[in-house]
Nanobody, 121 residues
């Protein structure tokens, strides 16, 4: 069973930046795709970014050009660099471990506790 621990959230002003981290354990990190999701109050959880084993990335239209997903296999960690943050980016952010098939990311069944990102002046 994979364990995922997210960190790096916080309160930031509009236009600011944050970098989220997710440390994974309990699986062979390097052979799995990784993804970041977010869930705002009253909304469904949505995929924000995904990174396949081969290095292919997927981003939600709302974050393209602002967010960057990356991974460090030596540290079993995936990152989400978030720039030019907007109030609508406010949500709890979760990472996931899954697989990429036909260019589509599918999350596995394990989730961390999430990390709160609040964008407000």
């Amino acid at each position: 069973q994979v364990q995922l621990v997210e960190s790096g959230g916080g309160l930031v002003q509009p236009g600011g930046s944050l970098r989220l981290s997710c440390a994974a354990s309990g699986s062979i990190f390097s052979i799995n795709s990784m993804g970041w999701y977010r869930q705002a109050p009253g909304k469904q959880r949505e995929l924000v970014a995904a990174l396949s084993v081969g290095g292919s990335t997927t981003y939600a239209d709302s974050v393209k050009g602002r967010f960057t997903i990356s991974r460090d296999n030596a540290k079993n960690t995936v990152y989400l660099q978030m720039n030019s943050l907007k109030p609508e980016d406010t949500a709890v952010y979760y990472c996931s471990q899954g697989r990429t098939t036909g260019g589509t990311y599918y999350a596995g069944g394990s989730w961390g506790q999430g990390t709160q990102v609040t964008v407000s002046s």
